[in-house]
């Protein structure tokens, strides 16, 4: 049976990466697991719906190189800055390349090409690849790897407040994602020092991990012009003047497959919200001699009338089963239908739920209303879960003897003086995450935790 | 107007790529152009197609590193003969890392792992992602690139004959989606010295461009046991030995979209098969300011009509109405729907499709079967140009003068002496391409038609 203990999250999480097949570790480059069938089926599954959340608001999906000239690398001198010292280089017969760390330096000279007027804004774009990162630091797989996974928009606005504005709608987007998820987040506003290298500021989605350490799972950022400036990107204005676009990018990465594992998991494995579980039901048969013909009969006839609904496996194996249960369990399969002797006779069936509601349904009770229902009652309990765990993971500290042992967020005054943070940093390894997004131009007051001066509420944690 | 000559097919093509919005090839590393949003549209359905046929076909889905590590790369010699010339190199700390220029030894390493028992076969994953050749032979977008967008399929047998068996229905696989795309192909046996490198044999379409060169556009290799030897991957087979299974990979690039666009398209621009144009219908309406409201609720009302068949656009650009008739032409959009006071008055529409046919149809007409009848019609017509156009490619040589300004593919004799071979491309820059695959195990005979002497019927053109 499988009974993995999360309270050792960081085995938890490995055990049932590997128990569930979602990537293979084994792979001999440090940082770059493999996506196991299981596994890339759930992470397409979740960047399919990114996708179409994007497209829906007319972002228009492209893809560029993966190779960047070093000399149209190294035009942002913060970026440069930020990325230089763990990129990948490679080169041809020419020169020297790079690969991306991330796609500004690779787009921006060609959205100069494509974007010539106010008339175009605002101008968005996004592509799903993979991206490149020489880590010094431990590797985790999903977490923190050298080949990063992601989804990356771009956007381009005639000022600074339309881009502003766009920023916000960029921000709902990623809710309508992370919330699909059925995860639990906050969305803050980085320090200026922990922002994006080369953007004016940089809002992030932050989840909290069962072990208590914060996971950064998507971010927007707002360039300025500090983009169009260093590669003389200009437009046609509305009022007829050539000057410099605002620019935003934002992305979120494969670390939304790791959010949804480990926030959704328990010690029987997987917990797949239904929307994105591939198999939506098992059947599992019990087979008996004499009654083999007619439990699978009704199966087919059962699997007929379920997979209207979502798709539906029979599971057939030559395993008992109690070792089905456990298997569909760890996969975090949604339902289960167990069908013997006694369901074929009194034209039942007998469901549970990945969180063990237990359904007895007649046959003819089987529609639409029902199963949605079933989803629903589903969904919802494993977003309640995820929401007690998160709201019972902020706190409010009062003293910065609150930060020993910090788990989960917890909540400070900040005089924004990078001092105090250090402080805190070198004593409690606990970092300031940043402010509230929601008090984005009125930052709520606090006096600084470590020195007592005029500050703002801040959130601080552990993070990955 | 688009007027596009055709018969100097590399400037059109460049042409239509650019107009049409496919690649921009502006990106300053050569080989390496940027996907428009147009472009990557059309090539994400063409390999969402591809994907589902082999889903569908209990392929599984994966995602393997885009970084090997050396030692790895080097273990098959063939294969590290044939493609250690033009790899990408870079490295990290510890070592230096090849680019993949293709999957095989990133992915044998690992499949060893997961396969250990014939209980397993056949074991059929596949992978959509970019491969990299620093190629130093000039490039040409979609055709010859640096960065080759692709999908490559790798599968373990049991024995060389499951592995031949499997061969043939990947071979199959692959004719559906060419099909699909309603091009025109042969499927040839390529020659030794012209094999992928590790191959047993090695199987490849070839479609015939306009301007008569042949461009390889799918290919499927049985391995043998020359990478699981190499890898020392052994399974338990079902004789209770330990022995070396047996390997296929296939691949298909985006040259398959070079191939759709080349085939099809005229003067006017792109053709799309109904089955994969984004919008299937465009209304143009015809605004004029007494009768504005009047036409534009019509439109919506023949749009709600006709998107249960598939997207509808109405374009309410400011340009005149010859202007988007040529652009929605151009980017090969099945059908154009024109309505204007007439229409309102009739109750009618009046559509035409990519090459011209009219239909003039009253608004109670408007039904599945007159829609699917539409979309067979203007189908059939882009499948059978394609296929007199290759037809009229296909033409047998009798003697080696044939060769001189051979457009297309010609049959000629062969006795497998590269010597004879050698000759022709000297002289003529025509190859031996291979031979028909209908004949796998009993090649037709025919002398060389070189040196006269015993040979088989092959396949002869001058390659992209």
Not at 206 to 224: E, R, S
């Amino acid at each position: 049976m499988v009974n993995i203990d999360k309270k050792d999250f960081s085995k938890w999480f490995n055990e049932v990466l590997e128990l569930a097949e979602i990537v293979d570790i084994r792979y001999p480059v440090k940082g770059m697991p493999v996506y196991m069938p299981y596994g890339f089926a759930l992470l397409k599954k979740l960047f399919d719906k990114l996708e179409k959340l994007l497209n829906d608001n007319k972002h228009h999906q492209v893809l560029f190189p993966l190779l960047i000239g070093d000399e149209e690398f190294k035009k942002e001198e913060q970026h440069i800055h930020g990325f230089s010292q763990e990129v990948f280089i490679t080169a041809d017969n020419e020169r020297k390349l790079i690969i991306r760390p991330t796609s500004e330096t690779a787009m921006y000279p060609i959205l100069k090409l494509w974007v010539k007027s106010h008339s175009q804004l605002p101008f968005k774009i996004h592509q799903t690849c993979c991206v490149y990162r020489n880590e010094t630091k431990s590797t985790r797989p999903l977490i923190r790897g050298r080949e990063v996974y992601w989804n990356e928009a771009h956007t381009v606005h005639e000022t600074f407040e339309d881009a502003k504005l766009h920023h916000k709608i960029a921000v709902d987007i990623y809710k309508r994602f992370f919330d699909s998820l059925l995860i639990s987040y906050i969305v803050l506003v980085r320090p200026d020092h922990d922002k994006f290298p080369g953007a004016v500021y940089t809002v992030a989605f932050d989840a909290v991990m069962p072990d208590g350490k914060i996971l950064q799972i998507g971010t927007v950022h707002h360039l300025g012009q500090n983009f169009s400036k260093a590669y003389d990107f200009k437009i046609l204005t509305s009022d007829n003047r050539m000057d410099y676009p605002h620019q935003l990018c934002y992305g979120i990465s494969m670390r939304a497959l790791a959010a949804l594992i480990s926030i959704h998991g328990d010690e029987k494995g997987l917990i797949i919200p239904t929307e994105f579980s591939d198999t939506l039901f098992v059947i599992i048969p019990i087979l008996k001699n004499e009654t083999k013909e007619l439990v699978m009969n009704y199966c087919e006839k059962v699997r007929k009338l379920l997979e209207v609904y979502g798709k539906v496996e029979i599971d057939l194996r030559e395993k008992s089963s109690g070792e089905k249960h456990y298997y569909w369990e760890l996969k975090g399969v949604p339902f289960r239908v167990e069908i013997g002797k006694n369901e074929v006779e009194s034209n039942k069936l007998v469901v549970k739920d990945r969180l063990n509601h237990k359904y007895s349904i007649l046959l003819d009770e089987i529609n639409y209303e029902l199963i949605a229902k079933m989803k629903e009652t589903l969904d919802q309990k494993i977003k309640s879960n995820a929401v007690k765990n998160f709201s019972s993971m902020i706190k409010s500290a009062k003293k910065v003897e609150d930060f020993e042992d910090l788990s989960g967020l917890a909540k400070a005054g900040w005089c924004e003086n990078e001092k105090c943070e250090q402080f805190i940093r070198e004593k409690y390894h606990v970092e300031v995450r940043g402010y509230d997004f929601n008090y984005f131009e009125n930052k709520k007051l606090a006096n600084c935790i470590v020195c007592n001066s005029k500050g703002y509420e801040y959130y601080w944690g552990k993070p990955y």
